[in-house]
């Protein structure tokens, strides 16, 4: 079973910026389609973007042009790279294939304040 880890989260002020790693083990990472979602508290998780294999994006239109997803698959990994973030992106993040067919991680959380 293929083994999701995320880092890079933290406290960032409005405005800020902050950049996302997911590492995945298995040998199917750079076939698979990937999302970065998020949780929220009291909300149900969310995918905010995705990119396929061959690196082809796209986005929650509530961070569109704020959030850019990127891969290496020959590091299997995926990163989430947010600026201008907003209270409202308070979450944890996680990532995961599309079809959510991995295991979750922990997540890493994102605190969004001043």
């Known amino acids: 079973q293929v083994q999701l880890v995320e880092s890079g989260g933290g406290l960032v002020q409005p405005g800020g910026s902050l950049r996302l790693s997911c590492g995945a083990s298995g040998s199917t990472f750079r076939l698979v389609t990937m999302g970065w979602y998020r949780q929220a508290p009291g909300k149900e998780r969310e995918l905010v973007a995705g990119?396929?294999?061959?690196?082809?994006?796209n986005y929650a239109d509530s961070v569109k042009g704020r959030f850019t997803i990127s891969r290496d698959n020959a590091k299997k990994s995926m990163y989430l790279q947010m600026s201008s973030l907003k209270p409202e992106d308070t979450a944890v993040y996680y990532c995961?294939?599309?079809?959510?067919?991995?295991?979750w991680g922990k997540g890493t959380l994102v605190t969004v304040s001043s």
């Open positions: 990119i396929t294999g061959g690196g082809i994006t």
């Open positions: 995961n294939t599309i079809s959510q067919r991995w295991n």
